[in-house]
């Protein structure tokens, strides 16, 4: 009796799988599809130039500047000032860098431990690493893929000790210095909620906005919270310059230590070469500033654009059932850089099924990130409880975002 029922069974979830399988699948191809039109391959995220491109890096070239200094990273820099309404912007030669320098920058050294979401690239644990400290792994909320403050708050509370020298984690008795939020494919974390966790255990707060140029949060541009917070500018992100980053502060004396640690410390004294400390040569070259000072001009073109695009994928997957589009959290205005659907959880066996299917037929789609804590060089970081984030790992699915996408079927 036992036996026949677990046969049953067994054949009853390999009929809903075969159906259901099926029918995500395809009803996956055909709402994507719907959206996007015929056109196969259709990648991820390709860059668009239709822009000055050409015409800057021609003053770039014909100036003769092509390196580490010039007009194009002065134009592109103030350009980031303006979309961003931050009072320093740091052109470097991509995010990582960006993210290493600011958490330099921020006093993180060798043996500080730093919060930062499992759920993120992995370039975010990799700069804490370079500067010899440990990433400290926190989980995630569903509604904004960005770190959970009340959850991370509790943890906080019950595992750590304050004293003049900070915050500590008792467990390994090392110094917690600084949390990392990352606004998760251009939807804004939980700021407010973010910055009062920080204060409370008295961490400072560094913003990785990699993937959010143009995103706002209850009004104002992201990267405004945290002490700094970090941009990438590689081929895949909404604006390009090849490869590329910069660092956004408010603060004037910490924003001045930026600029020196990035150009290798150098003491600005005529024509002697003098340096007071380790620096980094990590400035952006005029050339991929020439490129980027174009793909600026168009950011609000290719934001609404790429809003356009996420609000039809939204309505194509509102009939799909078991399927949720990712939508940005309530206050928040997102740039849509990577649309995302999850499964429901009863349909999460299905997500290779998709991602198979949607591939083979030329349409690139892509699970997130394996998180930090499973990889080899973090898997014995400290670590909270990951229920949210390993769920998601399970469940989410990356769709084709790039900007031009939305005129391609309208
Ligand atoms: C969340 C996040 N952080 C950091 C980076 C690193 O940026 P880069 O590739 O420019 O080094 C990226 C993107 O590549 C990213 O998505």
């Known amino acids: 009796m036992v036996l026949a029922r677990r046969a049953f069974t067994v054949v009853q979830d390999e009929h809903l799988q075969h159906l259901t399988g099926r029918t995500l699948a395809a009803e996956t191809v055909a709402a994507v599809r719907s959206v996007i039109g015929e056109r196969t391959p259709v990648a991820l995220h390709e860059p668009s130039f239709r822009g000055r491109e050409w015409q800057y890096l021609k003053e770039c070239l014909d100036s003769g500047w092509v390196s580490t200094a010039g007009e194009q990273i002065k ?235 996420a609000q039809r994928y939204a309505h194509a997957f509102s009939a799909v059932r078991g399927i949720k589009f990712v939508r940005e959290p309530a206050g928040t205005e997102s740039i849509y850089w990577l649309n995302a659907v999850l499964l429901e959880p009863e349909f999460a066996a299905q997500r290779d099924a998709i991602l198979e299917t949607t591939n083979r037929l030329g349409i690139e789609t892509r699970p997130v990130w394996t998180l930090m804590h499973r990889l080899a060089a973090f898997r014995d970081c400290p670590r909270m409880e990951l229920p949210v984030a390993e769920s998601i790992e399970a469940r989410l699915i990356n769709l084709p975002s790039s900007a031009f996408l939305a005129s391609a079927h309208a």
């Open 75 to 309: 134009a592109f820099e103030k350009s980031l000032l303006e979309i961003t309404g931050a009072r320093h912007a740091i052109a470097v030669v991509n995010g990582t860098a960006a993210l290493h320098l600011s958490l330099v920058a921020a006093g993180v050294g060798r043996d500080d431990e730093v919060i930062v979401p499992a759920l993120t690239f992995v370039a975010t644990a990799n700069a804490v690493a370079y500067c010899g400290a440990i990433p400290h792994f926190a989980d995630s909320e569903e509604r904004t893929l960005g770190l959970a403050p009340q959850a991370l708050r509790q943890y906080l509370r019950d595992t750590t000790q304050s004293g003049p020298g900070g915050t500590r984690n008792r467990a390994t008795g090392r110094r917690i210095r600084a949390m990392v939020p990352m606004h998760t494919f251009g939807h804004p974390a939980d700021l407010d909620g973010l910055r009062d966790v920080a204060e409370e255990f008295g961490l400072v707060l560094i913003e990785d906005a990699a993937e959010a140029l143009g995103s706002r949060y209850q009004g104002r541009h992201v990267g405004r919270h945290g002490l700094l917070s970090t941009l990438s500018f590689n081929g895949n992100k909404i604006v390009t310059t090849g490869g590329g980053g910069a660092i956004l502060c408010n603060d004037d004396g910490v924003a001045k230590r930026v600029r020196h640690l990035g150009t290798t410390a150098r003491l600005a004294r005529g024509w002697s070469f003098d340096h007071d400390e380790i620096g980094y040569n990590y400035r952006m070259p005029n050339l991929n500033a020439a490129l980027g000072r174009a793909q600026l001009e168009k950011l609000p073109e290719f934001i609404a654009a790429k809003r356009a695009l």
